[in-house]
Nanobody, 124 residues
Framework: QVQLVESGGGLVMSGDSLRLSCAASGRTFSGRGMGWFRQAPGKEREFVAGITWSSISTYYSDSVKGRFTISRNNVRSTVDLQMNSLTPEETDVYYC?????????????????WGQGTQVTVSA
């Protein structure tokens, strides 16, 4: 069974940092690029960050570039998202995504599997 399980969400203050983690089953993770998306109520799901299978390349949305860092551990089958300087506008459900190939995930069409999401709430 394919599974992606996110953790690390919670309530933080504006300007704080938070680290999300995604644990994947071996079949899901092996040989796949990974990514993170987010979605607020009533809004479309948006890309946040992506990373290739080898970690040689990463890609970020303009809104998070310089503040967020995506990383992965292929031995542990985990992918993390370090988020710094969070703003209230980034209060969303954050989703972990496994891609269709070794290439990084940069859009929803690249996604093969989705996690259930973890809530991040940033208070002013």
């Amino acid at each position: 069974q394919v599974q992606l399980v996110e953790s690390g969400g919670g309530l933080v203050m504006s300007g704080d940092s938070l680290r999300l983690s995604c644990a994947a089953s071996g079949r899901t993770f092996s040989g796949r690029g990974m990514g993170w998306f987010r979605q607020a109520p009533g809004k479309e799901r948006e890309f946040v960050a992506g990373i290739t299978w080898s970690s040689i390349s990463t890609y970020y949305s303009d809104s998070v570039k310089g503040r967020f860092t995506i990383s992965r551990n292929n031995v542990r089958s985990t992918v993390d998202l370090q988020m710094n300087s969070l703003t209230p506008e980034e209060t969303d459900v954050y989703y972990c995504v496994a891609g269709r190939s070794t290439a990084l995930v940069s859009s929803m069409r690249d996604a093969a599997y989705w996690g259930q999401g973890t809530q991040v709430t940033v208070s002013a």
